[in-house]
């Protein structure tokens, strides 16, 4: 469900929107872990729920400003540098 969050904030999409694009892009229900031939996708009250439940445990506002500062907050984590000579 928090992929679905983040697509629909990515792409700007309303609930039914999202739920219409979990049915019709196989890239949506992919990244959502979904299986993409499924008869019963997520639908909008479910989406609708989980909203619920972010607003309730007042999780939306951290995911807000992850979203818009995630920058400043990811580390790079890959290999150490090696100098060239």
């Known amino acids: 469900m928090l992929r679905i969050h983040f697509q629909q904030q990515w792409f700007n999409l309303s609930d039914p ?20 031939g499924a008869d019963h996708l997520t639908d909008e009250s ?24 995630g920058h400043v907050k990811v580390r790079y984590r890959g290999c150490p540098r090696t100098q060239r000579s």
Do not use: N
Request: proline share 2%; net charge negative; with cysteine.
């Open 46 to 69: 479910t989406i609708l729920h989980f909203h619920h439940l972010l607003e309730k445990h007042r999780l939306h506002l951290q995911l807000l400003s992850t979203r818009q500062f």
């Open 17 to 36: 929107a999202m739920e219409e694009a979990l049915y019709d892009l196989p890239m949506f229900c992919e990244f959502a872990g979904l299986d993409v």
